[in-house]
């Protein structure tokens, strides 16, 4: 059993989705594995008037299955809710009361993870009231946790960030990517450099393209207060398209540490092409979708979605072709997409390589490796074999590897990875300020790009995108190498 951690848990945004959905569970999974055992506490702040006994209530339904209700039970004893203001500096001072008394109560030596799960506008808030209200410890650990989003744009980035490194160091503060908690996303660094057959192949003579698509089907469900000031270029491509495409083009680092990792990521983002805002609008299509049947039933389009604008701009479709000037893999195209509503759930990256010179076997096709993040994973590696039979024609074939799903559901899931890290003060899987910089500039200059434009391309619920997404690559002369359906051609 891996060694239990003390500490005890500040979270902003106690009665919130997000606690709910994933956070507890995740904590959970962390009780049951006995890194969160005896010597810890979880005080959760919102602003609703709860009691402890109906806080551990909430606590046990978001995470108790049909044979762990006692276990969840005992779990929840440890769960603590505060009434919180999170601009009343008194509040501050009864946390700060409550804390200590946990901290003797659990004997979690002073350590603290605050853990920032709740709408941005109060992330500066909170940690300058952490700071003026003293709730930093002096013995033991204080580590900040802080979701997404992390800023509109790189200026609303930087002054996010000033504010909670007047409180935090660098080396104590947690930005959550959960794409960087996945296992598929982590298995790429070892695919990548664990393998020298890959390693030798992973450059800009043996690589035709990369494709990454983190595609949903959803739609943009109850989130539009939130979905309407981001879109999907904020949404998904800043954080986790970004972090994908940093595995992907970085450098092997010097070991499996934070600082190595961060390092050759830095490089990577520092490397990736920039574009001038006419470039960007070359090279970025958005999307909105549209109305649809779907299954029989119709789906609404995003403009008629409850709170959003009927008039509204914003991206639920982002597709883009980002290349690097990293001399390995220099004029590469790395198209991403990403969107809502799109034909089915799936994330999934495909190297093509480059097909062969005619010999033999006339022009051989290209090989494709994909690596199938969620919710499928594994690997296929699809390769020319020769066609049964008495014949030399070659077919492409799969060598197919996939986790066996009752494994792969068993290991952590990826907050509960997260959260561990944080805990024991590993920041490999976390976003680096120096990332999150680099992400943001080049994002600006698409959004700068898109204000220029009125024009809004539109995709049916669906499908895989607007026409232009298509045509992006065939500008290349290539092709998007996962197709569930063929764009049903929008307007
Ligand atoms: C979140 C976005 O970061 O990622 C959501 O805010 C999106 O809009 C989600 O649905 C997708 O995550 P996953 O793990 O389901 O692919």
Known sequence: MAEETAAVIILFGGSGDLAQRK??????GLYKRGILAQHFAVIGTARRPWTD?????????????????????????????????VTDAAHYITLKELAAKLDAKYETAGNRLYYMAMAPTFFATIASHLKSEALLTDGGFNRLVIEKPFGHDYASAKALNDSITATFAESQIF??????????????????????IIKALWNKDFIQDIQITLAEAVGVEERAG?????????????NHVMQLVAYLT????????AAAVHEVKAEAF???????????AANFVRGQYTSAQIAGATVPGYRQEDGVAAASMTDTFVAGRITTDAPALAGVPIYVRTGKRLTRKS???????KPGTPGLFGTQPAAHLTIYIEPTQGITLQLNGKKLGQTNDLTPENLDFRHDKKAAQAAPEAYERLIEDALVGDQTNFNHWTELAATWRYIDVILAAWAKDDAMPTYPAGTMGPKQAFELLQQDGHDWFWQPTRIQMAD
């Open 23 to 28: 956070l507890y569970p995740a904590m959970f």
């Open 53 to 85: 006994a109906h806080y551990r209530d909430i606590v046990v339904s978001a995470v108790a299955g049909d044979n762990d209700h006692d276990q969840a039970v005992a779990f929840a004893a440890h769960f603590y809710y505060q009434s919180h203001d």
């Open 175 to 196: 930005r959550i990517d959960h794409y960087l908690g996945k296992e598929m996303a982590q298995a790429i660094m070892g695919l990548r450099f664990g393998n020298p």
């Open 226 to 238: 939130y979905y309407e000031t981001a879109g999907a270029l904020r949404d998904m491509v800043q």
């Open 250 to 257: 970085m450098a092997e680092p010097t070991a499996l540490s």
């Open 270 to 280: 520092a490397n990736l092409h920039r574009y001038t805002t006419a470039e960007a």
């Open 347 to 353: 994330t999934q990256v495909t190297v093509t390589f």
